[in-house]
């Protein structure tokens, strides 16, 4: 039996936060990310119905895996891991846990090659290199801004219908892995783009077939995966971000930059279509409001 009640976690929280300062001597940077961490592992127990007292690894290892799931890079599941493993040793050691859940929870191997993250600055310095006076500079604008503001995998990208865009309410539909539909909401920035971008399509000779998907090359056509794959590649490269970056980067980075501002990891996870999403009634019984909400204020286009 634990020696000493774990039900305040505020008070925990505090009382560990002194410990981190006055015993071990942590910078208020650490401390602060240490806090950032445990806050988010909180966040998840309380969503999943669990206790902090009564944790287990498996419960540690399910919140890692949310994370992996939603693109969080392996160095930074290396440091919110640390970070936990440093809470659990300091709850054992003042006697608030009889055992150490977190003691053979494992870093993820950091050799592994994941797509890197760009920082804000990074992805506004890319699109700032696009020539808004050529003939695709509104769409590789409005593709840029649709990847990193909705967290599309590229295969939703170039197979996105005009049907399933409702600018209106600020979503679109995006048909996923195994044909999975779900709905996403869209940033205000990205909504105005594919607009402008929309515009100038609707000049186009458009290829029979064609004539319901939302981004085309200029003969018509569906673009490619790996079209999409060059457009970012080049913007990288006349920015001088010297990252090993693809689409799927833009991905990372709008998952990490939501959970990063605090965005609810169940939110994220429906944006990009982690859990099993089968039918569009289910989409009938999500809390709309909530989705667009969390969006809206945690994601970086939207706090300008």
């Given amino acids: ?31 602060s990310s240490y806090r950032d961490d445990i806050d988010k592992l909180v966040k998840y127990l309380a969503e999943e119905g669990k206790r902090l007292s009564g944790v287990t690894l498996d419960d540690l290892q399910a919140f890692i895996a949310d994370l992996h799931d939603l693109g969080i890079a392996p160095a930074s599941q290396a440091r919110i891991i640390s970070g936990i493993k440093s809470f659990f040793r300091y ?54 801004e649709t990847l990193y503001g909705c967290g599309l995998r590229v295969s939703e990208l170039v197979n996105l219908d005009l049907s399933h865009l409702f600018l209106d309410e600020g ?88 959970l990063e501002g605090g965005a609810n990891l169940r939110a994220i996870q429906q944006m990009l279509g982690h859990e099993s999403i089968a039918t569009t009634e289910i989409y009938l019984h999500l809390d709309r409001s909530m989705l667009r909400d969390e969006i809206l204020a945690h994601h970086p286009r939207n706090r300008k």
């Fill in 171 to 258: 979503y679109i539909v995006v048909r996923g892995k195994g044909s999975k539909e779900r709905m996403v909401p869209i940033s205000d920035v990205a909504m105005h783009h594919i607009r402008l971008y929309l515009e100038q399509r609707a000049d186009m000779d458009i290829k029979p077939g064609e004539e319901n998907i939302v981004f085309l090359n200029r003969r018509g056509r569906r673009l490619t995966r790996v079209m999409i794959f060059y457009i970012v590649k080049r913007l990288c490269e006349l920015a001088g971000i010297r990252k090993e970056i693809s689409p799927h980067t833009l991905r990372h980075s709008f998952a990490t930059h939501l």
């Fill in 1 to 31: 039996m634990a020696v000493r009640s774990i039900n305040d976690i505020e008070a925990v929280l505090a009382a560990y936060d002194a410990y981190m300062m006055l015993e071990r001597g942590l910078s208020d940077n650490t401390r």
């Fill in 91 to 144: 709850l054992k050691l003042e006697g608030y846990i009889d055992e150490n859940p977190a003691l053979l929870l494992e870093s993820p191997r950091l050799g592994r090659h994941l797509p890197e993250v760009l920082t804000v600055d990074e992805i506004d310095a890319m699109e700032s290199c696009i020539d808004l006076g050529s003939p695709e500079g509104q769409r590789n604008l409005a593709i840029m």
